[in-house]
């Protein structure tokens, strides 16, 4: 019989442990009110504790991204991110990596982005994280989520154009009307003023940093997310050209050459 209730006790903890975890993450998501009178984007699904977040977490945490090509440690390539444009076709999650709130160092940051506009002002901004705070080991009532935690952003047609946003200090009375409130929004449609935007070299992830010039000091790093585009994405944003491209390229050069090898022989 003692063997018996162990196993049960243990399960029962793990879903108690579990339930906590859910009721913590739906707590992020929400709050009695979101600044600017937005929404959300979607359910917060827990990640799958995934080590490439935390890899991450640690190298944009531990490095100030004002300079460089590339984030330290990370096979990255930087981009313009107000040039976030999509090629093909593709189903985009956004995924919590870390913010210098969750070490203790800076305010407090939400996260969203806009398919339709820049900003907050225009367009069709939601909230994807209305608390983007970890702090990269467990969960609590002030950091609720863990890298690679994510949202389901939905479907976008090919040359759809995505801006995220950081909002500082969020409050749910900041107003669109108010300057001083606004002035607390930093989207990437500033381009380099606002935010750093990474190609993961090989992976279907951007890697989009915030900086909101604070107290921690200029380093676009106060708080970043990855955003999953489909690697096809990936390469046209690198520059790259798509496999598919590659392929008929390849097949009309064969093409080419046996043609010219018959008119050689007919020569």
């Known amino acids: 019989m003692k063997k018996l209730i162990r196993p049960l ?126 702090n990269g080991s467990s969960r609590n009532s002030t950091y609720p989520l863990l890298p690679g935690d994510y949202v389901d952003l939905g479907k976008f047609a090919a040359g759809s154009h995505l801006d995220f946003f950081a909002i500082a200090d969020p409050n749910p009375g900041y107003s669109k009307k108010n300057p001083e409130d606004l002035a607390k929004v930093f989207s990437t449609a500033g381009g380099d003023l606002n935010a750093r935007m990474y190609a993961l070299t090989g992976t279907a992830y951007l890697l989009v940093t915030f900086e909101g010039k604070d107290k921690a000091g200029v380093d676009y790093n106060d708080v970043a997310i990855a955003v999953n585009v489909g690697a096809d994405n990936i390469r046209h944003l690198m520059g790259a050209p798509e496999p598919s491209l590659l392929l008929a390229l390849g097949s009309f050069a064969g093409v080419l050459l046996t043609a010219t090898g018959r008119h050689r022989r007919q020569g």
Request: charged fraction near 20%; glycine fraction near 12%; aromatic fraction near 8%.
């Open 9 to 134: 006790v243990m399960v029962s903890l793990l879903a108690m442990v579990a339930g906590q975890a859910d009721d913590l993450i739906e707590a992020a998501a929400k709050p009695v009110k979101y600044p600017f009178g937005l929404s959300v984007a979607g359910p917060i699904e827990k990640g799958s504790g995934d080590a490439f977040f935390y890899k991450l977490r640690d190298a944009v945490l531990g490095n100030n991204l004002t300079n460089g090509n590339s984030v330290p440690g990370i096979d990255s390539v930087r981009l313009d991110p107000s040039k976030i444009d999509l090629a093909l076709t593709a189903d985009v999650k956004a995924y919590m990596v870390g913010d210098q709130g969750g070490n203790g160092k800076d305010r407090e940051y939400a996260v969203g982005f806009n398919p339709a506009g820049p900003g907050v002002t225009t367009g069709d901004p939601k909230l994807i994280f209305p608390l983007a705070q970890t």
